[in-house]
């Protein structure tokens, strides 16, 4: 049995169309995981639409003023699916779920999340946020959409909206190919140094585990696994949220073909269609600096099966 399998937890599935919910699927995790490939496939299942890193992007002031291109090639501002619902936002609650979403504010957003709590005070951006799932929901006919963000502040917010219901996909990916990832510019995304990427990976992989008390399903997923068997683990994640396993015509081994999404965020092999071949790099830290990652990620090493023990 896989970890996915074991530490899948699924509280119930329903549908959008059973209970008058919006469904998200949020992607949560640290960056240069597979999400954006697997956001991608996932948009291709029918009934799914693939927003990218919507939540995050459109409220991070900082990801916007970088102005990173739509998945179908066009600037946000004259993207016929994004344009009107961008202007929507005030610039002032940008700003405002900017500073909701940083990682140190993770605990007491988490804690407003819970009974006790008091989600009044982020009621406009929620709004917000609410207005841009609804407007995708309206506009697609979708069954289930699924939002690449990552950051579990992000899908913390979401949880928060009564009328969405959300469903958890964690992936995770060995540390050695996140920094190994990392070190190397990427299109329009910058290099990031070591320090920097252990800590995203530590935090983003930890706090995404505690979305486990506010998610309809949680499922923990390695990349490594997903390659492995791409859509024995599609069939599982869709089934989690609308539960059965919907036909995937567009997989084919670990060959897939997907059609232009509107997308936002992500990494720039979201550009364009076509085919896509679901691969893992076998890229590493290398010489002593294996050793570093290693030590500095334990022991969510060993959590997620990663020692050298285990194969991965
Ligand atoms: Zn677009």
Redesign the pocket.
């Known amino acids: 049995m896989s970890q996915s399998d074991v530490l899948q937890e699924t509280q119930g599935q329903s549908t959008q169309a059973q209970n008058g919910k919006i469904a998200v699927l949020y992607i949560a995790g640290s960056g240069r995981s597979g999400t954006t490939l697997l956001a991608r496939l996932l948009g291709e299942v029918e009934g799914f639409v693939n927003i990218g890193e919507a939540a995050r992007y459109l409220f991070d002031v900082n990801i916007r003023a970088r102005d990173f291109p ?5 600037a ?1 501002s004259s ?4 344009k009107d619902k961008i202007r929507a936002i005030p610039a002032n609650l940008v700003q405002q779920a900017s500073e909701l979403v940083r990682i140190r504010k993770f605990p007491s957003l988490l804690m407003a999340s819970g009974h006790s709590g008091n989600p009044e005070a982020y009621r406009p951006v929620l709004d917000a946020l609410a207005e841009m799932y609804r407007a995708v929901a309206r506009e697609t006919g979708c069954r289930v959409i699924v939002d690449s963000s990552k950051n579990p502040a992000n899908a913390l917010l979401a949880s928060l909206i009564p009328e969405v219901e959300l469903h958890v996909l964690h992936v995770v990916r060995n540390p050695h190919r996140v920094v190994a990832s990392w070190a190397k510019k990427k299109g329009y995304l910058k290099a990031h140094p070591r320090r920097k990427v252990i800590a995203w990976w530590w935090s983003f992989n930890l706090l995404s585990e505690a979305l486990k008390l506010r998610a309809r399903s949680y499922r923990l997923l390695r990349y490594e696994d997903f390659v492995r068997e791409p859509e024995k683990r599609m069939q599982e994640i869709t089934a989690d949220v609308v539960g059965t396993a919907p036909a995937m015509p567009f997989l084919n081994g670990t060959e897939a073909r997907v059609q232009l999404q ?1 997308d936002l965020g992500g990494n720039p092999d979201k550009l364009g269609g076509g085919r896509i071949n679901i691969v893992d790099t076998s890229d590493s830290a290398g010489g002593s600096r294996n050793w570093l990652v290693n030590l500095t990620t334990f022991p969510l090493l060993l959590r997620y099966q990663y020692l050298p023990s285990h194969r991965s």
């Open positions: 739509c998945g179908c090639g066009s946000l993207c016929s699916f994004w509107h």
